[in-house]
DNA sequence: TCGGTTCAGAGTATT
DNA sequence: TCTGAACCGA
């Protein structure tokens, strides 16, 4: 007991032994998050207050799960095996499993990723001739997974106008074809799970008295209806110990309800709010920014984070002239920082959006220097890994359409687009799946479809009784995806992806199994008879279940396998233990720390994102992130970057990026000027104004005057960044790009000469919109655009070709 | 059925 | 500028 106390500090101390009662930790980033709701967990346990099975621990990311796990078994001598620790779907996969007969599902139903998710959508609006350019399928998946995010069925969905009471039928069509189909999409794992509670009371009941103890992580990131379904779970008295950070809030924009926190504290009466606000990550340097920056957000719950390790060194502050010279001083600073003895993998590079990545990888590379790019396409995610599952869970449901019509002709087999729709109009007459018309359907292609049908049920026949890794094994054989790919040119990795499917449905069994081996989760002993089952129950001497209420905890390992797939799209490239720089955009850095960061980008536009900061409207009719909402999301994002740094912070800008195949010129991020002075190093020197004088001759000078030894430390003077740009690129043999760097200048400096004579930052007076300062420039010639930032009347683009602006000041 | 061309769109993302 | 998706011709 004392070990497990002892190094807490005070406030961790008192969150982790608060007595039974709902509470609210604010956890600043660094505090010690993890550890203490794992410690608060196995305090819990070890004190005798709650029997293993008495809780239940909720995360948003298979990754915290499997760490509260890995340190609640590292912590006490039990296995966690059973118990109910996962992520808000995997748990409601779980419920749902176990009582699909009360939910209304197959015990086996599939679940869809968005890809799959889409895919139904574009099938469904072509069965019913829907044009897909007033309906873009996007457009309604977002529609729809925002409607079940706020729990509301097709007929609760407020339609007002003839446009959304279309979405709504074709919402309602899109439900009853997953019905049919026995397939759930994610947001309906949540939303039908919270069905099954409330309407539900003995399982409710049952419920609400097992779990005693609920814990969630990353409270801040809850949508509205993860809250109530925590709420249902609670409703009998359980105590809530609700870990987030209101500063960390980053997701609103995937329907995240930071107001969830403030409801929590208020609608469950929370006594015990208590922050932990040191941190034992950064420098105080960092901190300070850190602090000092999100000050300037008014809703907040209020944080303030300290740390006894010191100031640290100043956090140092880059202005490039464009995007390639930003990359260039990186790949330099990185490489001295490389010969001082820090290790590659400690160093991160943090973007607000994916295609800043592009410039920088290409800097790397051309340098010789390993990175390791986050983000992409993950292992299940991969077209001949979902080739593969689509049969597997043709074998598992016959019923599913989506999986069917994915591999019909995959490997190509001679059915082609007009025999599936005849096998489609077939199904639809019968009203039967596509997999059982292919006996009704008349033609030539009856025997090719007929054959394809022996084939699943052959494969099912005969791999029934396989272990499943075998089973993977001889579908992926027999299929014919092996020889498919084997045959192509280019197919070797992805025969290799396919071998490694077996090896993950092999670990699966071995491993991870966990999530859905209902038998365990519900207390009950796998060899149990059924009819002992509901006796048993789960261990916690409650009231069992009657035996109509549970369903038989079976699934067969194919089944189970299948919902691990789609719960855990798995990693998305390999060479993790490899010392590479780490490249990320800021969100998926949320939650990792590095000793060395290099935020990049920072540029008016970019970040602060443009559209989280006007107000974009998004999709028909409506509008999101709205002004200062958008704006304080987009800074707390700068919070989440800076605290990111242990020791080393870098932030930087170019005057000039591409953009959409168009040079854009900036202003340098109002997020740096939120940043206190004293904690910063300029690596260049800092103008007065925000605004910068692209390309002119005075600021050159300005910039060439400073210290030279700087300047080369730096990676330095555009002169000194040309040059080792040009000879690392020849000494890779890529001569084609030499030069780019001054072609580009030369360019830039072209356009500007050749009549644009706006600079960024500078005022302007429009007739109609009255005066206003120039925020970027974008374009070329007749395509010129400024955006001016005209105050009161708002921010907006102006054709310089079109618009009459006059100079100001 | 494939491979080339054309065109639009371009923010962040877990399950 | 670059990508992905849709489309068309052989």
């Known amino acids: 007991m004392s070990s497990l106390l002892a190094h807490l500090n005070e406030a961790q101390l008192a969150a982790v032994t608060l007595p039974a009662e709902h509470a609210l930790i604010l956890a600043g980033a660094g505090s010690g998050k993890t550890r203490v709701l794992t410690t608060r967990l196995a305090w819990l346990i070890s004190t005798g207050q709650v029997s293993p099975q008495g809780v239940l621990a909720v995360t948003f990311t298979n990754k915290a799960a499997r760490e509260m796990n890995a340190r609640l078994s590292a912590m006490l001598p039990i296995s966690t095996r059973g118990m109910w620790i996962g992520t808000f779907h995997g748990l409601c996969n779980r419920m749902l499993r176990a009582h699909h007969r009360d939910a209304g599902l197959p015990q086996a139903f599939q679940i869809l990723d968005a890809q799959d998710q889409l895919a139904a959508i574009k099938r469904l609006l072509k069965t019913l001739n829907v044009d897909d350019e007033r309906f873009p399928p996007r457009n309604l998946q977002h529609f729809v997974n925002g409607a079940k995010e706020e729990g509301l069925r097709?007929?609760?969905?407020d339609a007002h106008d003839e446009?959304?009471?279309?979405?709504?039928?074709?919402?309602?069509?899109?439900?009853?074809?997953?019905?049919?189909?026995?397939?759930?999409?994610?947001?309906?794992?949540?939303?039908?799970?919270?069905?099954?509670?409330?309407?539900?009371?003995l399982i409710r009941e049952h419920y609400q008295r097992r779990f005693r103890h609920i814990l969630v992580d990353e409270f801040q990131d809850t949508n509205r209806l993860q809250y109530r379904w925590l709420g249902l779970l609670a409703g009998g008295g359980a105590a809530v110990f609700a870990v987030g950070d209101d500063d960390q809030s980053i997701y609103a924009f995937r329907g995240a309800n930071v107001g969830n926190m403030a409801a929590f504290e208020r609608e469950y009466r929370v006594r015990s709010l208590i922050r932990l606000e040191q941190n034992y990550r950064s420098h105080g340097n960092i901190l300070n920014c850190a602090n000092t920056l999100?000050?300037?957000?008014?809703?907040?719950?209020?944080?303030?984070?300290?740390?006894?390790?010191?100031?640290?060194?100043?956090?140092?502050?880059?202005?490039?002239?464009?995007?390639?010279?930003?990359?260039?001083?990186?790949?330099?600073e990185v490489r001295g920082l490389v010969r001082e003895g820090w290790a590659r993998s400690d160093l991160a590079v943090l973007y607000r959006s994916n295609a800043q990545s592009r410039v920088i990888e290409h800097a790397l590379f051309s340098a010789g220097?390993?990175?390791?790019?986050?983000?992409?396409?993950?292992?299940?995610?991969?077209?001949?890994?979902?080739?593969?599952?689509?049969?597997?869970?043709?074998?598992?449901?016959?019923?599913?359409?989506?999986?069917?019509?994915?591999?019909?002709?995959?490997?190509?087999?001679?059915?082609?687009a007009r025999s599936l729709e005849a096998l489609q109009d077939a199904a639809r007459a019968a009203g039967t799946s596509l997999f059982?018309?292919?006996?009704?359907?008349?033609?030539?292609?009856?025997?090719?479809?007929?054959?394809?049908?022996?084939?699943?049920?052959?494969?099912?026949?005969?791999?029934?009784?396989?272990?499943?890794?075998?089973?993977?094994?001889?579908?992926?054989?027999?299929?014919?995806?092996?020889?498919?790919?084997?045959?192509?040119?280019?197919?070797?990795?992805?025969?290799?992806?396919?071998?490694?499917?077996?090896n993950a449905a092999a670990v699966f069994l071995t491993e991870e199994g966990i999530g859905l081996d209902l038998p365990a989760a519900l207390g009950v002993s796998a060899a149990t008879e059924p009819a002992q089952v509901f006796a048993l129950t789960d261990g916690s001497g409650n009231e069992p279940l009657p035996a109509d209420v549970l369903a038989a905890p079976a699934l067969t390992p194919l089944a189970a396998f299948l919902s691990h797939a789609s719960l855990e799209a798995g990693d998305n490239q390999a060479g993790e233990g490899v010392d590479a720089v780490q490249l990320m955009t800021i969100h998926a850095a949320k939650g990792l720390e590095f000793d060395a960061v290099f935020v990049t980008g920072l540029e008016e536009g970019l970040f602060p994102h443009e559209n989280a900061v006007a107000g974009t409207p998004r999709g028909p009719g409506r509008v999101t992130d709205p002004g200062e909402a958008g704006l304080e999301e987009e800074r707390r994002l700068m919070y989440v970057a800076i605290t990111r740094a242990r020791q080393r912070l870098y932030l930087s800008f170019a005057q000039a990026r591409m953009l959409h195949g168009q040079t854009r010129y900036s202003m340098r991020s109002r997020f740096l000027d939120e940043l206190p002075e004293a904690a910063l190093k300029w690596l260049t020197p800092r103008m007065q104004h925000r605004a910068q004088p692209a390309w002119s001759e005075g600021y050159r000078g300005a910039w060439e005057g400073i210290d030279p030894r700087s300047r080369g430390r730096a990676?330095?003077?555009?002169?000194?960044?040309?040059?080792?740009?040009?000879?690392?690129?020849?000494?890779?043999?890529?001569?084609?790009?030499?030069g780019r760097l001054d072609e580009h200048e030369r360019r830039a400096?072209?356009?500007?000469?050749?009549?644009?004579?706006?600079?960024?930052?500078?005022?302007?007076?429009?007739?109609?919109?009255?005066?206003?300062?120039?925020?970027?420039?974008?374009?070329?010639?007749?395509d010129a655009r400024v955006q001016v930032d005209f105050g009161r009347s708002g921010t907006k683009w102006l054709a310089l070709s079109v618009a009459r602006l006059e100079p100001v000041g």
């Open 154 to 157: 097709p007929g609760e969905v």
């Open 163 to 201: 446009y959304s009471r279309r979405c709504v039928e074709l919402y309602r069509a899109y439900e009853e074809q997953c019905q049919r189909e026995g397939v759930v999409d994610f947001a309906e794992l949540l939303l039908r799970c919270h069905e099954l509670l409330e309407r539900n009371q």
């Open 294 to 332: 999100i000050l300037n957000n008014r809703s907040r719950l209020g944080k303030q984070l300290w740390t006894d390790a010191g100031d640290g060194e100043p956090v140092r502050v880059y202005e490039a002239l464009d995007d390639r010279q930003e990359a260039q001083w990186l790949v330099e």
């Open 369 to 416: 220097l390993p990175y390791r790019v986050y983000g992409g396409l993950r292992f299940f995610e991969r077209a001949e890994v979902k080739h593969a599952l689509a049969y597997l869970r043709l074998l598992e449901n016959p019923a599913d359409d989506g999986a069917f019509l994915r591999v019909v002709n995959f490997p190509a087999r001679g059915i082609g």
């Open 436 to 502: 059982e018309a292919t006996a009704a359907v008349p033609g030539a292609a009856a025997t090719r479809l007929a054959a394809f049908a022996r084939l699943i049920q052959d494969l099912r026949a005969q791999t029934a009784r396989l272990p499943l890794p075998e089973l993977v094994e001889q579908v992926v054989e027999r299929s014919g995806l092996a020889a498919h790919y084997q045959a192509e040119k280019e197919g070797q990795e992805r025969l290799e992806n396919l071998r490694e499917l077996v």
């Open 715 to 738: 990676g330095g003077a555009h002169a000194g960044a040309r040059q080792t740009s040009g000879s690392a690129v020849r000494s890779r043999g890529v001569g084609a790009d030499t």
């Open 749 to 782: 400096s072209q356009r500007f000469d050749r009549g644009i004579p706006w600079r960024v930052g500078q005022g302007v007076a429009h007739a109609r919109f009255g005066e206003g300062v120039i925020v970027a420039i974008e374009g070329d010639g007749e």
